[in-house]
């Protein structure tokens, strides 16, 4: 399903690259561990990265309850983004080097999740993390959950960016002796350390995350 941009949220700038479908932007999103949330408390602006997860049509996080993030939030514009670096892309001239990516920009104020729904929304959160993990940890607590606040946002205006393909040489830099291509990008779980406390055997869900 496509969504009509906003003025916000339309592309204008490499506008061929810009996507506005809601398949593209859950897989942007759900691909994702981190966003970066930027925002103004009155004095001056800030961009700070935190966790992130989907549910439905919201894209959730979580803070401490006194964070100054939690509170602007709250009652203020903000703007979401998220990028994936899927390749360094090497054209013949450094005018037209370029990146393969797939961004999306999230524009909207945040509301609280509460009660049941909010412990409902950590345990996605923990599962999305580390799939298998939720069912084997030690459940959150009373006073954990009452120190934390959990977050979302509508994903109801929002825009992705997407670049795909090898470099766009100009016509006259194509004899240029020099080699043109891309260099993929990918990020990629290492091998699993055990604390050194611990004496029990790698999970198979780790492993498993960890192939």
Not at 15 to 39: R, V
Not at 76 to 81: D, F, G, K, L, N
Not at 137 to 158: C, F, H, M, N, Q
Request: hydrophobic content about 35%; some cysteine; charged content about 25%.
């Amino acid at each position: 399903m496509n969504q009509p941009p906003t003025d916000r949220t339309r592309v204008r700038r490499g506008a061929t690259n810009a996507q506005y479908d809601t398949a593209t932007l859950h897989a942007i999103i759900d691909d994702a561990y981190l966003c970066h949330i930027a925002f103004s408390d009155g004095k001056s602006t800030h961009c700070i990265p935190t966790a992130s997860w989907r549910e439905g049509d919201y894209l959730y996080i979580h803070g401490s309850n006194g964070s100054r993030m939690v509170k602007r939030l709250l009652d203020s514009e903000c703007c979401v983004t998220i990028t994936h670096l899927d390749g360094l892309v090497l054209a013949r001239s450094a005018f037209n080097h370029s990146m393969n990516y797939r961004s999306a920009m999230i524009y909207g104020v945040f509301e609280v999740v509460e009660g049941e729904a909010a412990r409902r929304a950590m345990e996605a959160f923990m599962e999305k993390l580390v799939p298998g993990r939720q069912a084997e940890v030690r459940p959150g607590s009373d006073k954990e959950y009452a120190a934390t606040t959990v977050l979302r946002i509508s994903l109801a205006e929002a825009a992705c960016k997407v670049r795909t393909g090898g470099p766009n040489d100009d016509e006259e830099d194509l004899s240029w002796p020099v080699w043109a291509g891309v260099l993929p990008w990918a990020r990629t779980p290492l091998p699993p350390q055990t604390a050194d406390d611990c004496t029990l055997p790698i999970p198979d869900y780790v492993v498993q995350l960890h192939r």
